[in-house]
């Protein structure tokens, strides 16, 4: 007759049935791990439970670890927050937490959201809840027209040409974490070295969805955010990039090439970049008598043609090769390019501001860089005619200041994003933004 028996599944039985052979003297832990074939850990772990528990340990309902996070006094807190009617991004930053924390408690109903038709503080005008980046990736993925091709009224109307009917204009919806929106820093001084000026005169583009001002905006933003090519673009997020144009996603990489090529064919790229020269020439006269010419020498080692021998300094030899001439200013800006050299232009512009407030010069450059490719929160507001650009904070408390700085100052140009009514704001993202 058996001394104990159990159910095949009954795993607690079991445990508390050889962890009794073994206190009791009956058998070895390793006779135990012989005879029923079992890892020795379990049986290890089971005497162990047995001694401190006794055989009652293996039946008590399990002991679940309670919320780390959302405890219920930061449930209560948040909720309160809530019906305030504050935004789950602003809750989150006021209590600390992860912006998808709070929406992802929102979601399940672990918080409620009041109506805006409701009563009470939570009644105050309607709430628009800012998406964050992984309910954005989700929906752009579901997309019937492709990824991240939201906009399906607008696309129709467009590939039917009924653009004058239905004009696609920039819609900024409140984001967070929008990767790389810090190129949106840019724009005042983008739009002042005159990105956009001329473009009409010199510039037409075919009816479509993406008009002129998307394209050259796009190109500039790719500049200041490093994407070195267009065929980079493969691995960026079309619906990130397409939120900073005030759209659903920015183009294709085939259909970028083919309506930059319409321009560089179609349109007027040296007259357009002539006026932009002289615009600048106008503007800094003190710069216009001295010049530097720059050759950068590209040694070709094909064989198809048989091309010029240049002086090629790091190896010390003439070899077969082309030679690119920048014409430069004193400062070293570039001063015939086209929409880098606008960038750049940009870019040197708020170096000069930024360094104002830095202590080592040396950095603005690097840290140019990495406000470009750091994430930002876009809220809009048409009511007041604002687009709020809330940057995410910087790697040192040094660059944070010196930044704030600088969103003042871009902030004071009272800069309009164009296409829109929308006056820009810049601030750092901080637990006291509403």
Same mark, same amino acid.
């Given at each position: ?22 206190? %009791? /003297? +009956? @058998? ?5 791990? !012989?005879?029923?074939?079992?890892? $020795? &850990?379990?049986?290890?772990?089971? =005497? ?96 019937? %027209? /492709? +990824? @991240? ?5 607008? !696309?129709?109307?467009?590939?039917? $040409? &009924?653009?004058?009917?239905?004009? =696609? ?97 179609? /349109? ?167």
């Amino acid at each position: 007759m058996p001394v104990f028996q159990h159910g095949e599944q009954d795993l607690a039985s079991f445990k508390m049935i050889v962890s009794q052979f073994y206190v %009791m /003297g +009956v @058998a070895k832990q390793s006779d135990l791990v !012989r005879a029923f074939g079992v890892n $020795g &850990l379990l049986v290890k772990r089971a =005497v162990k439970q047995y001694r401190e528990e006794g055989p009652q340990g293996f039946f008590a309902p399990r002991k679940y670890r309670g919320a780390a996070v959302l405890t219920t006094e930061v449930c209560t807190q948040a909720q309160y927050l809530l019906d305030q009617g504050e935004t789950p991004s602003a809750v989150a930053h006021r209590l600390g937490l992860k912006v998808d924390t709070l929406s992802k408690a929102v979601r399940t109903g672990r918080l409620r959201r009041p109506s805006a038709s409701g009563s009470g503080a939570g009644s105050i005008g309607a709430v628009r809840e800012a998406s964050c980046k992984s309910e954005r990736s989700a929906a752009e993925s579901e997309a019937e %027209m /492709g +990824v @991240a091709a939201t906009n399906v009224i607008g !696309r129709v109307a467009a590939s039917l $040409g &009924l653009n004058a009917a239905i004009e =696609v204009v920039p819609q900024f919806t409140p984001a967070l974490d929008v990767a790389g929106g810090g190129v949106l820093l840019a724009l005042p001084a983008l739009l002042a070295v005159g990105l956009l000026r001329h473009t009409e005169r010199h510039f037409t583009l075919p009816q479509g969805y993406y008009t002129l001002y998307n394209i050259f905006l796009l190109l500039a933003f790719l500049a200041l955010g490093r994407v070195k090519s267009l065929e980079q673009l493969r691995r960026e997020p079309p619906g990130e990039w397409g939120k900073l144009l005030g759209l659903d996603r920015i183009p294709e990489v085939k259909t970028l090439r083919e309506k930059v090529k319409y321009l560089t064919e179609k /349109g007027e790229p040296f007259p357009w970049s002539a006026a932009l020269c002289r615009d600048w020439m106008n503007d800094t006269p003190e710069q216009a008598h001295l010049y530097y010419v720059d050759g950068h020498v590209r040694v070709y080692h094909g064989s198809q043609t048989a091309l010029p021998k240049h002086y090629v300094s790091r190896q010390r030899l003439c070899l077969r090769a082309t030679v690119d001439y920048w014409v430069n200013a004193m400062d070293g800006q570039p001063f015939f390019d086209t929409v880098k050299m606008v960038a750049y232009r940009s870019e040197t512009a708020m170096a000069h501001t930024l360094g104002e407030h830095m202590a080592r010069g040396d950095d603005v450059r690097a840290l140019l860089c990495a406000i470009y490719t750091t994430a930002v929160d876009l809220f809009p507001d048409p009511a007041v005619g604002t687009l709020t650009v809330r940057l995410h904070r910087m790697a040192s408390r040094a660059h944070d200041k010196a930044v704030a700085a600088l969103c003042e100052e871009l902030t004071a140009t009272e800069t309009v994003y164009p296409g829109t009514n929308l006056r820009l704001v810049y601030e750092l993202v901080s637990s006291q933004s509403p």
